[in-house]
């Protein structure tokens, strides 16, 4: 595996000792690779639980999104814990995933080797590098879910591996 962008990836820290590279994608340190351009469908979840008043996601969900409002929130317990804030989707060349997903790895500073562009505060969530991310709301992703700097940085520092990303 070749590195495909500098990182600092975080999923996973086990008493301050670094794992072994066989865990790149879980552990603090460089990131090797990027995700797959490929779908692949074990990263989808189902979603249970009741609505969550004010948004179109079940209890089961940590983070929504809504791509008709161009909204999402956070949520802990089956209640709204941020949000809704507004976000930027993907346009119909590139439109951002609907379903259910779950949180795969995360990065403060990533730069996206397709796209040779910044994604700050990076949590990835579906495959072909899919994410919650720091970007310009004036222009559409290539998929990703673009977010304000402060929101970027808040669904980072709340998201974690494993978490249940619902678009709709």
């Given at each position: 595996?070749?590195?495909?962008?500098?990182?600092?990836?975080v999923?996973?820290?086990?008493?301050?000792?670094a794992?072994?590279?066989?865990?790149?994608?879980?552990v603090?340190g460089?990131?090797?690779?990027?995700?797959s351009?490929?779908?692949d469908?074990?990263?989808?979840?189902?979603?249970t639980?009741?609505l969550?008043a004010?948004t179109?996601?079940?209890?089961?969900?940590?983070?929504?999104?809504?791509?008709?409002?161009?909204?999402?929130?956070?949520?802990?317990?089956?209640?709204?814990?941020?949000?809704?804030?507004?976000?930027?989707?993907?346009?119909?060349?590139a439109?951002?995933p609907t379903?259910?997903?779950?949180?795969?790895w995360k990065?403060?500073?990533w730069?996206?080797?397709?796209?040779?562009?910044?994604?700050?505060?990076?949590?990835?969530?579906a495959?072909?590098?899919?994410?919650f991310?720091q970007?310009?709301?004036s222009?559409?992703s290539?998929?990703c879910?673009?977010?304000?700097?402060?929101?970027?940085?808040?669904?980072?520092?709340n998201?974690q591996v494993?978490?249940?990303?619902?678009?709709h």
């Amino acid at each position: 595996m070749r590195a495909r962008g500098r990182s600092r990836v975080v999923g996973l820290l086990v008493a301050g000792v670094a794992v072994s590279g066989a865990l790149a994608g879980l552990v603090v340190g460089p990131a090797l690779a990027e995700p797959s351009e490929q779908p692949d469908p074990t990263d989808r979840q189902v979603a249970t639980g009741s609505l969550v008043a004010g948004t179109p996601c079940t209890s089961s969900a940590r983070a929504c999104v809504d791509l008709a409002s161009r909204s999402t929130w956070l949520i802990e317990a089956g209640q709204v814990v941020a949000g809704p804030v507004a976000m930027r989707p993907g346009d119909p060349e590139a439109p951002t995933p609907t379903g259910t997903f779950a949180v795969q790895w995360k990065a403060e500073q990533w730069t996206s080797r397709e796209r040779l562009t910044q994604m700050p505060w990076s949590v990835f969530f579906a495959q072909g590098g899919i994410a919650f991310h720091q970007g310009d709301l004036s222009t559409p992703s290539a998929g990703c879910v673009k977010l304000g700097e402060s929101d970027a940085r808040q669904w980072f520092e709340n998201l974690q591996v494993g978490d249940q990303v619902q678009i709709h």
